[in-house]
Each structure stands twice: as structure tokens, then as C-alpha cells.
């Protein structure tokens, strides 16, 4: 979630947030622990799969973004507000300053 965040998809991520526990796992949840009697288990067992769900829906959006036309994006939006790509670090040593 942190990468589609920082990218500055909040709106997205929320809505994804709100599909997979509230319409995704509580449901499950409620299903397999007091329709199914699991229990806790049971609760567990939902909130887990709307976390699961969660998690491939982020991977699905990570893997087929094109991350160099949103560098460009980005980079257009950093001159818009008077500033400079030139005042960036550089990515050096994997982005790692040492």
C-alpha cells in the first residue's frame, strides 16, 4: 500500500481499503465464525483473506503501472510548482546514501 500511496493514488488504495475489509473480509469473517461456528478462527480466517485480497489487488496495480511515464508526470508537476529536477538526489548506490 505504502508504494501506491506514495504515488499519490490515496483515493485509490482507499477505496481498495474499504472493498476488501468491509465488503471482502468482515462478510467472510462474520460468515465462517458464527454462520460456520469457527469461531475466532473464523474472524481470523475472513480478516486474512480481505488482507490477502488487499495485498494482490496493490501487487496487480505496482506491477502494471508504467513507473517511467509516472516519473515523467511527476517531473512535469515539480516544474509546474517553480521547482527544478536538478535538486533531486540522484539515485546512486540503489537510492541508498551512505
Do not use: H
Not at 16 to 37: A, Q, T
Not at 39 to 64: D, E, H, K, N, Y
Not at 74 to 95: D, F, K, Q, V, Y
Amino acid at each position: 500500500a505504502g508504494v501506491v500511496i506514495g504515488a499519490g493514488w490515496q483515493t485509490l488504495v482507499a477505496f481498495i481499503n474499504i472493498g476488501c475489509y468491509y465488503l471482502v473480509g468482515i462478510p467472510l469473517g462474520f460468515l465462517f465464525g458464527f454462520k460456520l461456528k469457527l469461531g475466532a478462527l473464523g474472524i481470523w480466517a475472513g480478516m486474512s483473506i480481505g488482507t490477502l485480497l488487499q495485498t494482490v489487488v496493490l501487487l496487480i496495480i505496482c506491477f502494471r503501472t508504467k513507473w517511467k511515464k509516472q516519473a515523467m508526470l511527476a517531473e512535469g508537476r515539480i516544474r509546474e510548482w517553480g521547482g527544478s529536477s536538478e535538486t533531486l538526489p540522484a539515485a546512486t548506490n540503489g537510492g541508498i546514501d551512505r
